[in-house]
């Protein structure tokens, strides 16, 4: 079965400042994607950047890129000029060949003046 | 329309009421879930349906039950419930691809309160 870990359930950031979210998962495919989800206050699931793992290049969505690491196994999170709406729980989140999301147990991310 | 929308935003009922969630989205998705979400907590799947089919069921208690009537609609229908189901209660979509599955998009949930 599939594992996605999150280690750090709570970071803080300064606005215009820059963070990395971890997340390392755990998988014997070969084919999979990968996900980081915002979820604010008011609750909606919002896809924030995916990954293919079958692509070497890390994507990119504005001001937020990933880190992706296949042999290790590690997709970080990197947040570039954090603004106070960046403020959320972000999840982790993997799926394969099944039909399924494997969500970590999520980053709480505050972002201060 | 790249929207999943859910109805009713809240819901509080009693432990013998019936009631169903909605949820409806136009994006051409084929695949369709039900997700409980606890505070604090990742969402938890309960169905997946694919093609208007319950491809997947994460041993959800009977009191819950899903209802695929065409490919834009989900529901589940709620009866009995108890007050630890008291949760947010969010919907999602995808496609479905040779690959498996692609990412999800997910509504604004339904936040139930069992009294």
């Known amino acids: 079965a599939q594992t996605v870990t999150q280690s750090q359930p709570e970071m803080s950031v300064q606005e215009a400042e820059t963070v990395t979210l971890s997340c390392t998962y755990d998988?014997?495919?070969?084919?999979?994607?990968l996900f980081w989800y915002k979820q604010p206050p008011s609750r909606q699931m919002i896809l924030v950047i995916r990954?293919?793992?079958?692509?070497?290049q890390n994507a990119t969505e504005n001001r937020f890129s990933v880190n992706f690491q296949k042999a290790a196994k590690s997709f970080s999170l990197k947040i570039s000029d954090s603004q106070l709406g960046d403020a959320a729980m972000y999840f982790c989140?993997?799926?394969?060949?099944?039909?399924?999301?494997?969500f970590g147990t999520g980053t709480r991310l505050q972002v201060t003046l | 329309d790249t929207e999943v929308t859910q109805t009713p935003k809240h819901l509080v009922m009693g432990m013998t009421n019936k009631k169903s969630l909605k949820c409806e989205q136009h994006?051409?998705?084929?695949?369709m879930y039900w997700y409980k979400q606890k505070a604090k907590k990742p969402p938890e799947l309960m169905f997946v349906?694919?093609?208007?089919?319950?491809?997947i069921n994460e041993s959800v208690p009977s009191r819950f039950s899903p209802e695929c009537p065409n490919s834009s609609l989900l529901n589940l229908h709620l009866h009995a419930l108890q007050p630890e189901d008291s949760a947010l209660y969010l919907c999602?979509?995808?496609?479905?691809?040779?690959?498996?599955?692609?990412?999800?998009?997910f509504g604004p949930g339904t936040r139930l309160t069992v009294l």
């Open positions: 999602a979509s995808s496609q479905v691809s040779g690959r498996g599955y692609n990412e999800q998009f």
């Open positions: 994006m051409g998705h084929r695949a």
């Open positions: 349906y694919s093609y208007e089919k319950l491809s």
């Open positions: 990954q293919e793992a079958y692509k070497q």
């Open positions: 998988t014997s495919e070969s084919d999979y994607y």
């Open positions: 989140a993997y799926t394969g060949t099944a039909s399924k999301l494997t």
